[in-house]
């Protein structure tokens, strides 16, 4: 039976379920398009501490496929900002906050650190980094910016106890499956009063916006600000910083007389048990407007070829996603490549004007404004421009958030 990866409890109840979602969502390589498999994907919440979660995880062994360094045609798909462009702007949207946490210069500790562009901004700051990454992609971060890596997966065996000031956890806590393990070995080398920085998808947000591109079979957890605060008090991390977006950026402390946080007391932006199913209303609306509007057109093109892409590809009814005729990107990286269940060659936006499709869904939240400006300028007299996502920022200061 499944378990909550928070609090362990077996009251789950569904809330979202896919009969088939594939296990790689962003662009494939042609070669790979129509192989990737697919499995069922279900959300389901806490009836306990609310936290949402995936109910039936898929094994291991389907996700090395995503994970293993021989795939690498897959990772095309995957944010390596050195690389593919692909997470540049994250992670400088995720610096940003980190500048504005005004944290003391000392050891840093990047878990996950991929290609190590993140920890090269710290470096460049003055900050001691190193990093730890499993996948070979660690590589590019000795040789490229000279960042210590170890190259293995998370254990604190490797370092010394309370030694770190700063800990960086980017997008790695939804993936876990025994994250309250994790934070305990991350505890145990972190210094007493030191900082762990971290982003996660806002999951909560993304629902209530109909926002899908954090929905996939590597996530495990969706939390919201409460939910994540709610989990991290329970490891005795305390509240410090915090900004909203489609990501969420934390900045907590080592502080063994945290409080238990129970919620953020925010009706408005908490998943709680009175509101959540407000949340889904949120998605299910959009699922609602997708459908309608593709149901009235027939040459429909996507703007943005990512993972949100593809969470909203899995919104449409089937009948429907064959409308879908052209799918457009600015990164050239992306071209000639395909997403799941589209059968259409990725293309540069420079066709958009001689395909003349009836209507440009912008389908990226990040670059929305840009796109839609870029789409805009194009003089195309009778193209529909239709954009999905609403614009949120939100900063919660420490007395802000109890
Ligand atoms: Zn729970």
Do not use: W
Not at 140 to 146: F, I, N, S
Not at 312 to 319: F, Q, S
């Amino acid at each position: 039976m499944a378990k909550c990866i928070i609090c362990g409890s077996s009251e789950l109840s569904e809330k979202i379920f896919f009969d088939s979602y594939p296990l790689c969502i962003g662009v494939q390589p042609p070669e790979l398009f129509g192989k990737v498999e697919s499995f069922p994907l279900t959300l389901g919440s806490c009836d306990q501490c609310v936290h949402l979660q995936q109910m039936n995880p898929v094994a291991d062994e389907h996700n090395d496929v995503l994970y293993g360094s021989e795939n690498s045609g897959l990772l095309s798909s995957v944010s390596i900002p050195s690389k593919t462009n692909v997470g540049l702007v994250e992670a400088q949207n995720s610096f940003n906050f980190f500048k504005d946490c005004n944290l003391p210069k000392g050891k840093v500790l990047d878990i996950g650190c991929c290609d190590g562009y993140f920890l090269s901004l710290l470096k460049a700051q003055g900050y001691d980094v190193q990093g730890v990454e499993p996948n070979a992609i660690g590589d590019v971060a000795q040789k490229k910016y000279g960042i210590p890596i170890t190259k293995d997966y998370f254990s604190a065996k490797y370092f010394e106890e309370n030694s770190f000031d700063i800990i960086i956890l980017r997008n790695i806590l939804e993936h876990m499956s025994d994250a309250n393990g994790f934070l305990e070995e991350v505890y145990k080398i972190l210094k007493l009063g030191g900082h762990i920085f971290i982003e996660v998808p806002n999951s909560a947000l993304s629902l209530r916006e109909g926002h899908v591109g954090c929905f996939f079979h590597q996530h495990l957890s969706y939390f919201s600000l409460g939910t994540i605060l709610h989990f991290l008090s329970r490891h005795s991390l305390e509240h410090v910083h915090s900004l909203e977006d489609y990501f969420m950026y934390l900045c907590v402390k080592k502080n063994v007389d945290a409080k238990p946080v129970i919620s953020s007391n925010n009706d408005q932006l908490d998943m709680t048990h009175q509101n959540i199913d407000k949340y889904f209303e949120g998605y299910n609306r959009k699922k609602k407007d997708l459908n309608a509007l593709l149901e009235k057109e027939d040459n429909v093109a996507f703007f943005g070829a990512g993972g949100h892409t593809t969470g909203l590809t899995y919104m449409i009814d089937e009948e429907f996603r064959k409308k879908i005729k052209f799918v457009y990107d600015n990164n050239p990286l992306k071209h000639g490549n395909f997403l799941s269940e589209i059968p259409i060659e990725v293309r540069d936006p420079k066709y958009i004007k001689s395909d003349n499709p009836d209507v440009l869904i912008i389908s990226t939240y990040l670059h929305q404004a840009e796109l839609l400006d870029q789409a805009q300028k194009m003089g195309v007299p009778d193209l529909k421009i239709v954009t999905v996502h609403s614009q949120v920022r939100i900063v919660n200061q420490l007395e802000g958030v109890k």
